[in-house]
């Protein structure tokens, strides 16, 4: 049904730049709020960027000034420009569909994840 699918990973250098996006399908998109997880080896997923089903956003403080978080509602895409990135950006990036609200819980839709290799 609901199917969420991350693309846009891949290896850049620190100080690069590396835009991701992720488009669901099977909801009523512009109705959910839409985030972005990471997690690298050896730790938990955590948050990097949420954005709500009207388009406003939310990060988290290690990223702000460097990710911007946008959606295009007539696509059913939600987007991650990532900027002046830095080693410790390296993870899985995962693109998250919230069924209510946006903080996760069972209901939520994930995708598979995109790898993000940031070199020093």
């Known amino acids: 049904q609901v199917q969420v699918v991350e693309s846009g990973g891949g290896l850049v250098q620190a100080g690069g730049s590396l835009g991701l996006s992720c488009t669901a399908s099977?909801?009523?998109?512009?109705?959910?709020?839409m985030g972005w997880y990471r997690q690298a080896p050896g730790k938990a997923r955590e948050l990097v960027a949420r954005?709500?089903?009207?388009?406003?956003?939310n990060y988290v403080d290690f990223v702000k000034g460097r990710f911007t978080i946008s959606r295009d509602n007539a696509k059913n895409t939600v987007y991650l420009q990532m900027n002046s990135l830095k080693p410790e950006d390296t993870a899985v990036y995962f693109c998250?569909?919230?069924?209510?609200?946006?903080?996760?819980?069972?209901?939520?839709?994930w995708g598979q994840g995109t790898q993000v290799t940031v070199s020093s």
């Open positions: 954005i709500t089903s009207a388009g406003m956003p």
């Open positions: 099977g909801s009523i998109f512009s109705m959910h709020a």
């Open positions: 998250v569909q919230y069924e209510s609200g946006w903080f996760t819980g069972p209901g939520d839709y």
